[in-house]
């Protein structure tokens, strides 16, 4: 599903980074990045203009080729790997940052990704995420139709044990990246750090 939306013509969702990312990685140390479900690059290739090293993984291959085509046009590096989350070993104390922005995934699947989160970023480290929740099924602006999917705050609370929040929130805002989000959405956002 996901190379067949990316062989599409331009970039599904832009080449400006996630609003909420672009506003929170001042938060993360300068190291290594790791950009969960990257797509087509937009939020990796930014963070690599931020000056950070970043590995982009996602199970489109399609994707990622585009991901390292903005990358080159943009002036910068990133690393790339195909791979399926729920095979993917996230290195334990690997990572100053790692960022999630519409990565929705099944609930266990989501949980089991999330402990590795916590386990793969070294004392210091920061995890960005922005996703939609539930209440985005009633908005239809864009994510899955899957309730299963749609994380609350408190699901994350509880899957990112282990980590200090520094936002926490659910909330309505504007989203407009490229052809499938756009408008009033429904959205929790996170940022969480490991104790030193």
Not at 17 to 40: C, S, T
Not at 108 to 131: N, Q, S, Y
Request: hydrophobic share 40%; glycine share 12%; with cysteine.
């Amino acid at each position: 599903m996901w190379n067949e939306r990316y062989c599409e013509a331009g970039f599904a969702y832009g080449t400006q980074p996630n609003d909420f990312v672009a506003a929170e990685a001042h938060r993360i140390p300068q190291g290594r990045v790791l950009d969960l479900g990257a797509g087509e690059g937009r939020n990796g290739v930014w963070l690599a203009e931020q000056g950070h090293s970043v590995l982009c993984v996602d199970g489109s291959d399609v994707g990622l080729a585009k991901a390292r085509a903005l990358a080159k046009e943009r002036g910068v590096a990133i690393d790339t790997e195909v791979a399926d989350l729920a095979a993917y070993a996230i290195a334990p104390g690997a990572f100053t940052g790692i960022v999630s922005s519409w990565c929705h995934l099944p609930l266990p699947l989501r949980a089991k990704v999330h402990a590795a989160c916590v386990a793969g970023l070294e004392p210091g480290g920061v995890f960005v995420l922005e996703a939609y929740t539930p209440a985005q099924l009633e908005l239809g602006t864009g994510g899955p139709k899957d309730v299963a999917m749609l994380p609350t705050l408190a699901q994350l609370r509880e899957e990112l044990k282990g980590l200090d929040f520094e936002v926490g929130v659910e909330r309505e805002r504007e989203v407009h990246e490229g052809r499938f989000h756009g408008g009033r959405s429904a959205v929790v956002q996170v940022v969480a750090r490991k104790p030193r």
